[in-house]
């Protein structure tokens, strides 16, 4: 297995080709309506990702917000390329060891999918040839690129597509890794030391969706499959141990058929109404009600071969529903799951019968309110029938919540890239060079090793401080005096359990805030312990530290309260204290803390169930 990574970066700086702000907005100000149409490239060809989007046939709604342009709404040619963007990747460039080009040229990249108004996205190769070590492996970086981000996708429905524009025109890094990752657990190790790269640089938004990584995988004898906008890190390795698994089931399947003799399907689709107007209920019975058709397919020598194999969820049937999804369909039937949904024994036969299938064939049957749109739903699949005899077909897929993907759109190539003729190339000088190589950040191994010999901190939390950008703030902290122990559970686990339990919008806290947080358990307002809780209150609206106490009733507990409450816990335990001794110790324990948690230090809960526990000794 061979894999690869493209990192994407939303970086903080206004946006790449106008001076709007790169902020969302939920405000909308005006909406306009606009169909895209494919068109070749440099080459002269049309790509076959270009030519899949434009078959769908959408139209897309863009919805504008207070801060968008007419760069943005494409009403107006692009500005300079922004310089603090460009200085940005350069930075990259030199912390990855990559060669600078001589001249930044802009180029068009085709996109009709709607995610950008003009129907191509911009996009800069930066720098090539770096590398960055990670494990005691050194893996290639051929290309670090600077282009915009995608206009974000609001709601979809039958032949439209909502956008809104805030997003478009974010400058994205692209930091694109060789084939060098050989599994999941390397793949999300490359992808975290990129991601520290990035935040090193102190110019990166943070938040969901603004860092993305495409993840390439292929395995032996089979192409390069890309998937799509990887948000979570945590999941790589679960998505590209899936795919693996995808292609091995595929490359069975392929030899099966090769060795049976199967071939590609031919003929057209065929009306199977008569053959299936009986059958009571089900997808097909709910689609000839609402007066759909219902067209089949025969899959020569494909018996057997559509559902799971043994020790596997992934099936080459879902592959062709996925062909049918992509186009707008709910899925389709094949025969290796029926009898089933509807279609018992008899209806099988008589549609066996209609699209006269042998017993080694398969077939696949669809369903919707329009013949062209089943037809052509049904050409996919026939095109990825064919491509079953000949293995794995490069494409491009989404990633699901299970950790699975799902077909999107062919695999793009070069035919879509042509030079952008509104902005002139951009010299690299050496003095622009020798001033960004003045200003380099420290590399996260650097920042690594000094945490954890300035603050005495373990390897775990200095990394996931690095990791996680927090440097800054963890020094900050670290130097007002407060401990840093304290301060990296703070941050690397209180504040992020609490923005996780937050209703949206995820809420930001500032140092001042999290600075007076700690002081106040410095002072013995509330024990350390309640930090989460007070977290927690603050993000739910508590306007300040006394008013989050009083929500958790987390005010500090005296040593007298303390020490009766544990006295009354014993009291109600004294059979166990006698029966089990020690033992008893930490079911009684675990009481008082329920009662007690954040409102006195551990410590002291501990010593105080102690002494209560003694009294009743005899």
């Known amino acids: 297995m061979k894999v690869g990574l493209e990192v994407h970066q939303q970086l903080a700086t206004t946006k790449l080709f106008c001076s709007c702000p790169s902020e969302l907005s939920e405000t909308v100000t005006g909406t306009f309506l606009r169909r895209l149409r ?43 390329l922004n310089a603090e963007a460009l200085d940005v990747a350069l930075t990259l ?5 990559a060669t600078p080009v001589a001249e930044v040229v802009v180029m068009r990249k085709m996109v009709v999918d709607g995610s950008n108004t003009s129907g191509f996205q911009r996009t800069a190769l ?22 915009e981000d995608a206009a974000r996708k609001i709601a979809s429905s039958s032949g439209e597509v909502v956008y809104r524009l805030d997003r478009l025109g974010i400058p994205l890094i692209e930091i694109a890794t060789g084939p060098d990752i050989a599994n999941g657990e390397e793949a999300r190790a490359v992808a975290e030391e990129i991601g520290a790269l990035l935040r090193a640089t102190g110019k990166v938004r943070r938040g969901i969706g603004s860092i993305r990584e495409d993840l390439n995988v292929s395995t032996e004898g089979g ?37 049976r003799g199967a071939s ?33 397919l025969a899959l020569p020598g ?57 017993p080694t064939d398969a077939f696949v049957v669809v369903t919707d309110r329009t013949a062209e749109r089943a037809r052509q739903a049904l050409e996919g699949v026939r095109q990825r029938a064919g491509q079953a005899l000949e293995g794995i077909p490069p494409e491009t897929r989404d990633p699901l919540p299970d950790g699975r993907s799902r077909y999107s759109r062919p695999l793009p190539g070069r035919d879509r890239m042509y030079p952008e003729t509104d902005i002139a190339p951009i010299p690299i000088t050496a003095e622009r060079l020798r001033w960004v190589a003045s200003s380099l950040p420290e590399r ?71 600075d007076a ?58 059979e166990m204290i006698r029966t089990r001794g020690e033992a008893a110790f930490s079911p009684l324990m675990g009481d008082l803390m329920r009662e007690v948690r954040g409102r006195i230090d551990g410590k002291e809960v501990a010593a105080a169930m102690r002494r209560a526990m003694e009294r009743l000794e005899p």
Do not use: W
């Open 38 to 80: 494919p068109t070749t490239g440099e080459n002269q060809n049309l790509d076959p990702a270009v030519a899949f989007e434009a078959s769908r046939a959408l139209a897309f709604r863009y919805e504008g917000t207070p801060d968008n342009c007419l760069v943005e709404i494409d009403e107006e040619p692009p500005h300079s």
């Open 93 to 97: 460039s030199f912390l990855l060891e």
């Open 126 to 147: 930066i720098a090539v040839d770096g590398h960055l070590d990670v494990g005691g492996r050194r893996f290639s970086i051929p290309a670090i690129c600077l282009e």
């Open 223 to 259: 192409r390069r499959i890309e998937m799509k906008g990887v948000q979570d890190l945590r999941k790589i390795a679960e998505y590209v141990t899936r795919e693996d698994g995808r292609q091995r089931v595929l490359l069975l399947a392929q030899e099966e058929l090769r060795r």
């Open 264 to 296: 590609a399907p031919v003929g057209p689709a065929v009306d199977l109404r008569e053959a299936v107007e009986s059958v009571p209920s089900g997808p097909l019975a709910e689609g000839l009600r609402k007066g759909g058709v219902v067209l089949g």
């Open 302 to 358: 494909f018996h057997g071969l559509l559902a799971s194999p043994e020790g596997s969820d992934e099936r080459l049937g879902r592959e062709f529903a996925d062909q049918v999804r992509a186009l707008g369909l709910k899925g389709l039937l094949h025969s290796d799951e029926l009898p089933g949904y509807g279609v018992d024994a008899d209806a099988v036969a008589r549609i066996r019968s209609t699209l006269h299938a042998g």
């Open 444 to 514: 996260p191994a650097a920042l690594r090793a000094r945490l954890s010999r300035e603050y005495g901190l373990g390897e775990q939390v200095v990394t996931q401080i690095v990791a996680g950008g927090l440097v800054e703030t963890f020094e900050t902290l670290a130097k007002r005096g407060h401990l840093p122990p304290i301060v990296a559970r703070l941050l690397t686990q209180d504040l992020p359990d609490a923005v996780a339990k937050s209703p949206p919008p995820e809420p930001v806290f500032s140092v001042e805030a999290l």
């Open 517 to 574: 947080v700690l002081r106040a358990t410095a002072e013995g307002r509330f024990a350390k312990e309640g930090i989460p809780s007070v977290l927690l209150a603050l993000a739910n609206g508590a306007p300040d530290i006394d008013t989050a106490l009083a929500r958790g009733n987390l005010a500090t507990m005296h040593r007298s309260e303390l020490d009766a409450l544990a006295t009354r816990i014993a009291i109600s335990n004294a």
